[in-house]
């Protein structure tokens, strides 16, 4: 029987938001795809592009539960997505304050909205690996 996304992939979403409109919406697809590059905010960003037509996405902003590893924080710096709003901080991984600070004087960076629910649905999926 075929595992769903949903009991494979680290629960990590993204969305991007340019002029009040959702433009993309992703999630994790590593183990689906076999990635390294399967992270929703890299899978947003193409989405991003895909959709405007462009890989500048200057003016936009991205929401994500987990806060950005090195290599998201790179493709957000590179797309000129000036601001970043994260649930739970990343204190193994994160590249926006936790374990190194990628962000440019020109961003808005905005950590641990709704972090414990966030946490909560983290651990829960990390607890079922466990078992």
């Known amino acids: 029987m075929a595992k769903t996304i949903a009991e494979t ?3 990590v ?3 991007i938001v340019k002029n009040g409109e959702i433009i993309a919406e992703a999630l994790n697809t590593r183990e689906r795809d076999s990635s390294i590059l ?3 905010e890299i899978n947003a960003i193409e989405e991003a592009a895909a959709k405007t037509g462009s890989w500048n996405l200057e003016g936009a902003s991205i ?3 987990l806060e950005p590893c090195s290599m998201c924080a790179g493709a957000i ?4 997505i000036k601001k970043v709003v ?6 193994k991984s994160g590249a926006f304050g936790s374990r190194h600070n990628l962000a ?3 961003m808005e960076i905005i950590g641990g909205i709704l972090e414990e ?3 909560l649905l983290l651990r829960g999926f990390f607890e079922g690996k466990r078992i």
């Open 9 to 11: 992939e680290v629960p």
């Open 63 to 65: 929401y994500v539960n």
């Open 38 to 40: 399967g992270h929703a």
């Open 77 to 80: 710096l590179q797309a000129h």
């Open 117 to 119: 629910e966030s946490l």
């Open 104 to 106: 440019t004087k020109n």
């Open 13 to 15: 979403a993204a969305i």
């Open 86 to 91: 994260f649930s739970a901080f990343d204190s």
